[in-house]
Structures are given as structure tokens and as C-alpha cells.
């Protein structure tokens, strides 16, 4: 058997399960199945419809544009209703739960973990087919007998941040057909192909904020005046902690004369701290509730991303059982408690966690 150089797996009329959106991504993906001729079924998540905007990839008019896809292909389309357990489990349990703590979660993480590298995977074996397609720009590297989820060519557009959680037992079922390409090279396969369906745009980061964060934190958990705190005298009012993220400069409404940031949330006095710089600027981080797809032990020179927009910086980070302590060479911006930091070793995506503490 032949291996497949674009998709760095064995390349046999395999059958394939394609998780589609009906957005430019996951259409061009399934275009590119096509043309290797491979056996392939599409599915979406039907995750969210309260008040849901066009730019969700999970919403009814998602699946309504998936579906024309599929259809246009010819091409079989199944929908997965998972809208109770993702308002449970993402929504409610890793979006709401973890700002009322006064964290800043990464819900699209979880919702990988559990929904789209979790539910659409059982789906995959269910139907009796062999790999899971999606449109994330990423790529699959096997080592040793081992499989890794490798960076996408195009850097700029690379997702694997965001798959740092999911189970390493996946990731050998796994096909990213867009990984070797750029988004400007799939705009122009989306544009020849017409994928630009009547109301597209390009779906945003979280599918179920239509608005912003603090009117749909607001509606969950009220409005709770409270006092910013510069030098621990109070210089201003917020109408809720939950508002806030470590880092935050904009939106403070406080003049002090100089930059500021946040830089401490404390939600039992529902109280916000902010300072200058020097203050957000931390060099260790401690990360729990690891999920490495090898095993790794004792002291490691890795590079970590602390967040999606952050270039990943050098670092030694000592693994325990259940956790990671992280010195970064450099002090970093704003490392934040409840977010993801995701360890590679040169582009290759190790597993990440959830930071913990700063220090």
C-alpha cells in the first residue's frame, strides 16, 4: 500500500467520516476528499441554537449548509443533536462555571475534547469507517508507532492550540486534509468551487456568544457591582468580576494616568486589581490536569503557548504525575489561570493543560 503524501496516511479507498460546517474550511476539505477519491460520509454537530448568529459553525443554519454541500457532492449527510450536552458540559460547566471562579477558560478546547474529537469519533466507529476528517489546519506525524499532531504549514492559521486536549487514543484516527495547504490556497479552491454560500462568514471563536462575553455572562449570573482596586485603594466600580481577564487593559473606565492591567480577580469580594505592567509579567507557570500524547518524565526544554494569539516561547518544564511546573526563559505577558498551555517540541504539538497559578 501507497502512502499518501498529502495526508501523511495510508491512501486506499478508505472510508472517511467528514465533519462539515458548510463554512469555507470544511468544504474545501471535503472537496479535497473527493478527489482522492476516498468513501466519505459528512456529519455536523448540532450543538447550539439559542440565539445563534451566522458565523456559528454549529448552529441549524450550520447544518443547513452542510447539508447543501453534501448534497451538492452527493455525498451522505448525518446530524448529531448534542445541543443538551454541550450547554451542560461547555457552556454551563467550562464557560459559565469557570468565570463565576474568576477564570478565563478555553471552551473550544473542551468542545474538541469531548464533541468533535469525542462524540464524532465514537460516530466514525459506530459506522464501521476508518478516519475522521475535519477542516482544522493542522497535520498528523507518526513516530516511533506513535501518532502526534504536527503544526499546519500555514503558521499564521494553525489550530493546534486548540486540539491540545484531546485524547491521545484519537489522534491515529484522525485526517487533516487542509494541513498542507495555506487559507489563502483554500480561498481560492472555496472561491472556484463556489463555497461562498448566500449569509456566509467566517464562523468566530465561540459559536454561542452572539453578542459579547459580559452580556451573556450578565444574563447567567446578574450584575454584581464591585470596586477596581489600584494600589489597594479603589479608583473605580465594575458591574461584575467575571467581566474581567488577567491582562486586560481596555474597558477598565479608569483614569489613572498611566497604563494599567489587570492583574488579580477576586471573586469572594468581587474585587478587581490592576497595576502596571510589571505586575502581569510572570516567568512561572504550574499547569494541571495534563493530557500528553507521550509519556514524558522529569525535566524537559519545550516550547509553550499560553494562549491561541501568544508565539509559543522557550521554556524547562518538570512534569509530575498529575501536573507541570513551567520556568519560561523569559518573563511572559499575562499567563492565565484557566487557559490552555500547550507544549511542542519544535512543531510538534506534545499535549497541553490547564495553567493553574502564575508566579
Not at 469531548?114 to 498528523?140: C, D, P, Q, S, V
Not at 510589571?278 to 504550574?286: A, D, G, L
Not at 523569559?330 to 495553567?355: K, M, N, R, S, W
Amino acid at each position: 500500500m501507497q502512502k499518501s503524501k498529502k495526508f501523511g496516511i495510508i491512501e486506499i479507498k478508505m472510508k472517511i467520516l467528514l465533519a462539515i460546517s458548510g463554512g469555507i474550511d470544511s468544504s474545501t476539505a471535503l472537496f479535497l476528499l473527493k478527489k482522492e477519491n476516498f468513501k466519505i460520509q459528512g456529519i455536523t454537530l448540532y450543538l447550539w441554537n439559542k440565539d445563534s448568529h451566522k458565523r456559528s459553525c454549529c448552529s441549524l443554519e450550520a447544518v443547513q449548509r452542510a447539508r447543501r454541500i453534501c448534497y451538492r457532492y452527493g455525498i451522505k449527510h448525518f446530524i448529531i443533536d448534542a445541543r443538551k450536552e454541550f450547554e451542560d458540559r461547555i457552556v454551563n460547566k467550562n464557560f459559565v462555571e469557570m468565570y463565576k471562579r474568576g477564570l478565563t477558560p478555553n471552551p473550544c478546547a473542551f468542545c474538541n475534547k469531548f464533541f468533535k474529537f469525542g462524540i464524532l469519533i465514537e460516530e466514525m466507529k459506530k459506522r464501521n469507517l476508518e478516519f475522521l476528517a475535519t477542516g482544522h489546519y493542522a497535520r498528523i506525524y507518526k513516530e516511533n508507532g506513535k501518532f502526534f499532531i504536527r503544526k499546519a504549514k500555514d503558521k499564521e492559521k494553525d489550530q493546534s492550540y486548540f486540539l491540545s486536549m484531546i485524547k491521545k487514543e484519537v489522534i491515529k484516527y484522525l485526517m487533516f486534509p487542509l494541513g498542507d495547504k495555506t487559507k489563502k490556497e483554500i480561498v481560492e479552491i472555496a472561491k472556484k468551487e463556489n463555497f461562498f454560500l448566500p449569509g456566509y462568514e467566517e464562523s468566530q471563536d465561540l459559536c454561542f456568544i452572539k453578542t459579547n462575553y459580559s452580556e451573556f455572562l450578565k444574563e447567567r449570573l446578574g450584575e454584581r457591582k464591585g470596586s477596581i482596586f489600584f494600589n489597594d485603594e479603589p479608583v473605580g466600580e465594575h458591574k461584575g468580576y467575571y467581566n474581567f481577564t488577567i491582562g486586560q487593559r481596555k474597558g477598565l473606565n479608569v483614569a489613572l494616568g498611566e497604563k494599567v492591567y489587570v492583574y488579580k480577580i477576586d471573586p469572594l469580594k468581587n474585587s478587581v486589581y490592576v497595576g502596571n505592567k510589571r505586575k502581569v509579567m510572570k516567568k512561572r507557570i504550574k499547569v494541571i490536569d495534563l493530557n500528553l500524547f507521550t509519556e514524558i518524565k522529569g525535566e524537559k526544554f519545550l516550547k509553550v503557548k499560553i494562549r491561541n494569539l501568544h508565539r509559543e516561547a522557550p521554556a524547562k518544564v518538570k512534569f509530575f504525575d498529575d501536573f507541570a511546573e513551567v520556568e519560561f526563559m523569559e518573563e511572559q505577558f499575562a499567563p492565565t489561570p484557566g487557559q490552555i498551555a500547550a507544549f511542542y517540541d519544535d512543531d510538534i504539538l506534545l499535549g497541553g493543560g490547564v495553567i493553574y497559578e502564575t508566579g
